[in-house]
Antibody, heavy 118, light 106 residues
Framework: EVQLVESGGGLVQPGESLRLSCAASGFNFHTDWMHWVRQAPGKGLVWVARIRNDGGGTSYVDSVNDRFTISRDNAKSTLYLQMNNLRVDDTAVYFC????????????WGQGTLVTVS | SYELTQPPSVSVSPGQTAIIACSGDKLSEKHTSWYQQKPGQSPLLVIYQDNQRPSGIPARFSGSKSGNTATLTVTGTQSMDEADYYCQAWDRDFIVFGSGTAVTVL
């Protein structure tokens, strides 16, 4: 059974940093592209970042570029999101999701972890 | 930046058909996926590659595309289908979600 379990969320002040983790199991983590998607309270889904299966290529939504860094440890089947210089508008539930294939759909999602910047 | 446009809300009576549209520039050239999200839950993939249904998704969910508009159709809508629905596509190296449509089953 595929499982994605996020952790690391919490309450931080503006300008502080936080690192989210997403522990994957039940599939060959090293073969799949992975993503972070966030959802502010009462708002829609916003894609944040993605990383290629080998960790060699990343991309970000403009609003987090230069502040967030996505990475992965294939040996530990874990995805990360390092978030620096957090802003109030970064407050959201952060989901990790598996991308199927190259530029494919998101077929599995974690339960999300809440980040509050206040 | 690329945008996908959805209606904010759709209302449907039980047993009737709900139709949700998603439009975007050159969407005809991209694959569209659809996600269902119920309150307090993670999104669930219900349609991918415009019209493919993942294993376990009921046959009452279907997808189609005409020109630059993708459509999610729920035939014989049930109360359990009440949720937010989001379309999604890739634009170059980025992913875009539509603004979401709240489906209410009256």
């Amino acid at each position: 059974e595929v499982q994605l379990v996020e952790s690391g969320g919490g309450l931080v002040q503006p300008g502080e940093s936080l690192r989210l983790s997403c522990a994957a199991s039940g599939f060959n983590f090293h073969t799949d592209w992975m993503h972070w998607v966030r959802q502010a309270p009462g708002k829609g889904l916003v894609w944040v970042a993605r990383i290629r299966n080998d960790g060699g290529g990343t991309s970000y939504v403009d609003s987090v570029n230069d502040r967030f860094t996505i990475s992965r440890d294939n040996a530990k089947s874990t995805l990360y999101l390092q978030m620096n210089n957090l802003r109030v508008d970064d407050t959201a539930v952060y989901f990790c999701a598996r991308g199927r294939g190259i530029q494919g759909e998101f077929d599995y999602w974690g339960q999300g972890t809440l980040v509050t910047v206040s | 930046s690329y945008e996908l446009t959805q209606p904010p809300s759709v209302s449907v009576s039980p047993g009737q058909t709900a139709i949700i549209a998603c439009s975007g520039d050159k969407l005809s050239e991209k694959h569209t996926s659809w996600y269902q999200q119920k309150p307090g839950q993670s999104p669930l993939l219900v349609i991918y590659q415009d019209n493919q249904r993942p294993s376990g998704i009921p046959a009452r969910f279907s997808g189609s595309k005409s020109g630059n508009t993708a459509t999610l159709t729920v035939t014989g809508t049930q109360s359990m289908d009440e949720a937010d629905y989001y379309c999604q596509a890739w634009d170059r190296d980025f992913i875009v979600f539509g603004s979401g449509t709240a489906v209410t089953v009256l």
